[in-house]
């Protein structure tokens, strides 16, 4: 879910002054999770990376998570339509900005349906720092829709060890 840079602000009017985080929370519509156990969030990369099932419980178990040595909790809710996760620190009441940046960036959505049903899925992510929540950071994923593409090269065979040069065109 990450865009790239630094996703969280270090700017804050508590204690802390931003530095420090309390957790991050994910929420979404339950309606917008079509594919039920399908969809899922998967943190961190490869094939070992913990997975969540999209259509948790409230109350659901979770996987552990584990990022860059760093372990987190995660807690699911759901209330009123809305499914939530709240990921912190585990063994700690606040987790550094960098701990909470790497989360965040080790968030993959992902639908594993056959056929994916098409539409948006919104997420919506906080950022809370103390007494503090930070407004919705929203990430839009438009899943079942097959990328046109246009001007497809001829078919070509490339010699062992040569090369091909691809151009983006406009």
Known sequence: LSEGGTNIPSVSSTASGGARLERLRVSFNASDIKDGAAEILQVGNGGSA??????????AAMPAIRISGTDYSTTAMVANGTRTLIFMKSGSTTMSLTEGERLLDAFRY????????PGARVLNVYAKDGAYESQATTFTVNAGFTPTISQ???NSTIPTNGTATFTVGS
Not at 51 to 58: E, K, S
Not at 110 to 117: E, K, N, Q
């Open 50 to 59: 913990p997975i969540i099932p999209l259509n948790f419980a409230n109350g």
């Open 110 to 117: 992902r639908d594993d349906a056959t056929l994916p049903t």
């Open 152 to 154: 497809q090269p001829a």
